[in-house]
């Protein structure tokens, strides 16, 4: 694992910026935080992080536009980028995936510990199996 780079948090409710910029330094990696996608592609212009853990729903541009940028600047093109938003619709995760996400996960659904295990295997370069990939959630259970 290449900790000399850091990790970019691209997410913009507190909470989670806490909880994973914790987890990831508590492991030894450096950790950038951006709260907006506009910020988030100013330190892409100049940083190539080992990892990108990318929110979708964000002030001003979505976080699949980050992910276009991402894809497309041939500096950090090969970075692997997990997606996790509280959007969990197929169509989405299909969107997120096509636009060349490594992988996508339910941010609040997901325990933390399983998000870092995803995130230290993209980081070691493994790909997650199809089953794996888009960790879609069964239908929510109703209390009738």
Same mark, same amino acid.
């Given at each position: %694992?290449?900790?000399?780079?850091?990790?970019?948090i691209?997410?913009?409710?507190?909470?989670?910026?806490?909880?994973?910029?914790d987890i990831?330094? =508590? /492991?030894?990696?450096?950790?950038?935080?951006? #709260?907006?996608?506009?910020?988030? /592609?100013?330190?892409?212009s100049?940083?190539?992080?080992?990892?990108?853990?990318?929110?979708?729903?964000l002030?001003? %541009?979505s976080g699949? #536009?980050?992910?276009?940028?991402?894809?497309?600047?041939? =500096?950090?093109?090969?970075?692997?980028?997990?997606?996790? =938003?509280?959007?969990?619709?197929? !169509?989405?995760?299909?969107?997120? %995936?096509?636009?060349g996400?490594? #992988?996508?996960?339910? /941010?609040?659904?997901?325990?933390?510990? !399983?998000?870092?295990?995803?995130?230290?295997?993209?980081?070691?370069?493994?790909?997650? =199996?199809?089953?794996e990939?888009?960790?879609?959630?069964?239908?929510?259970?109703?209390?009738?």
């Amino acid at each position: %694992m290449n900790q000399n780079q850091p990790i970019l948090i691209i997410e913009d409710e507190p909470p989670f910026q806490e909880i994973y910029r914790d987890i990831f330094e =508590s /492991k030894g990696f450096e950790v950038i935080v951006c #709260d907006t996608a506009e910020d988030a /592609k100013n330190v892409l212009s100049s940083t190539v992080p080992c990892l990108v853990l990318l929110d979708v729903i964000l002030p001003g %541009m979505s976080g699949l #536009d980050v992910l276009e940028f991402i894809r497309s600047n041939q =500096s950090t093109q090969a970075t692997p980028v997990l997606v996790y =938003s509280v959007i969990a619709e197929k !169509e989405q995760v299909d969107r997120a %995936m096509a636009l060349g996400a490594n #992988d996508y996960t339910i /941010k609040g659904q997901t325990p933390a510990v !399983e998000v870092l295990e995803k995130a230290l295997a993209l980081i070691r370069g493994d790909q997650p =199996s199809n089953e794996e990939q888009q960790d879609t959630p069964k239908t929510p259970a109703t209390n009738t």
